[in-house]
């Protein structure tokens, strides 16, 4: 069982708009979550994280939104630039859990339209 | 070079052949690990070495089979894999095993095609 979902397998937004990456979880261990982002024909990259004690960090144009009751954390990107055309993978992590990694969902491909 | 390389990029073997994927970072990190990504799947995690020792084997079949030499290089050999292993596999390290929950540093990966 998944315990870490993104239901939306692809989202198409226009230049200029925002975009709104969903993720929700299942685990209420789990206490760190970042965003990766990935090209075509390259590896994910970190591009933003939360820890469970805040519910919101933000980096330029990136935001990250959590909800510890809902288990749900979301993405948002504004204002959408053309660069920010990519897979998006949600993850996360326990205190306890370093030699397990992250745990990732599926990602969303995220495409911006000119 | 700098950051986390893998070679080859590509890789299309039979299933008799035994081939490895390369690893090597330049971030002078101390846990290493081996992902899969499959199709419409997340990422999986098959392998975790720190300071090259393993810690972690996620039920990972025999045919796969890592090694790690030293911190810096990581391998994962291949030897009479199924059609359904096809998938991407990528190499990622971190700062030491509890970096890992924070930020891992991925290679481009090696698509792997099984014939």
């Known amino acids: 069982d998944q315990q870490v979902k993104q239901n939306s397998p692809s989202l198409s937004v226009q230049e200029g708009r925002i975009s709104i990456l969903n993720c929700d979880y299942t685990?209420?261990?789990?206490?760190?979550f970042l965003w990766y982002k990935k090209y075509p024909a390259e590896g994910p990259t970190f591009l933003i994280s939360?820890?469970?004690?805040?519910d919101k960090n933000e980096d330029g144009r990136f935001t990250v939104f959590l909800n510890k009751s809902a288990k749900h954390l979301s993405l948002h990107i504004v204002p959408s630039q053309p660069g920010d055309s990519a897979v998006y993978f949600c993850?996360?992590?326990?205190?306890?859990?370093?030699?397990?990694?992250?745990?990732f969902g599926k990602g969303t491909h995220l495409i911006i339209q000119p | 070079e700098t950051g986390v390389t893998q070679t080859p990029r590509h890789l299309v073997m039979g299933m008799t052949n035994k081939k490895s994927l390369k690893c090597e970072q330049h971030l002078g990190h101390n846990a290493m690990y081996w992902y899969k990504q499959s199709a419409k799947k997340p990422l999986e995690l098959m392998f975790v070495y720190s300071l090259e020792e393993r810690v972690e084997n996620n039920s990972v079949p025999s045919r796969f089979s890592p090694e790690c030499p030293n911190s810096s290089h990581l391998f994962l050999h291949l030897h009479t894999l199924q059609p359904e292993d096809s998938a991407l596999y990528l190499c990622?390290?971190?700062?030491?095993?509890?970096?890992?929950?924070?930020?891992?540093?991925f290679g481009s990966g090696t698509q792997l095609s099984v014939l």
């Open positions: 939360i820890s469970s004690i805040k």
């Open positions: 993850a996360a992590s326990t205190t306890g859990g370093g030699a397990d990694g992250l745990t």
């Open positions: 990622a390290s971190s700062q030491d095993l509890r970096g890992a929950r924070e930020k891992l540093f």
């Open positions: 685990n209420s261990m789990f206490d760190y």
